[in-house]
């Protein structure tokens, strides 16, 4: 085989692996199939002192480009920074939805405990390589703004 032919083939034996690596969720640290996403939350120093013991941290999964509503979302009362999390499909708040493929990864430390959208006063985040696989684990999301 001589190398005008040789070099094309790896490059398409390259494309052909890291498409079924993204397939199968395997950037960003994870196997999709296992429908999880897990990490770790902290909140910037100079903010710090805005949180409060009554603030309730919710991690939020959603479509990128997709509607505001989550895909997947977890509640942690009384956090304490850093605050480790682990989103699963029992998490999934569409029902006949799973998590998989591409997602975007956002955190808000709630003042009034609240579900609904941001009010003034919270304090957001969201993991710097969004969007990211299913999969993905060692997420590390810094609370940086306040609404």
Do not use: C, Y
């Not at 942690?76 to 006949?96: L, Q, Y």
């Not at 493929?101 to 390589?129: N, Y």
Request: hydrophobic residues 45%.
């Amino acid at each position: 085989m001589s190398k005008k032919t040789f070099v094309p083939l790896i490059f398409l034996g390259i494309l052909l692996v890291a498409g079924v690596a993204a397939w199968k969720g395997l950037l960003h640290g994870g196997a999709e199939s296992n429908g999880a996403i897990s990490g770790t939350v902290t909140i910037d120093p100079a903010l710090a002192s805005k949180a409060q013991p009554t603030d309730v941290l919710f991690v939020i999964v959603r479509r990128p480009g997709g509607a505001p509503r989550p895909l997947a979302a977890v509640r942690i009362e009384h956090p304490k920074f850093p605050v480790p999390f682990h989103i699963t499909n029992a998490d999934v708040m569409i029902p006949g939805s799973e998590l998989r493929g591409m997602v975007v990864v956002v955190a808000r430390l709630d003042k009034d405990g609240s579900a609904g959208p941001a009010q003034p006063g919270d304090i957001e985040g969201e993991f710097a390589k969004n969007p990211t696989m299913v999969g993905a684990k060692d997420i590390e999301i810094v609370l940086n703004k306040v609404k």
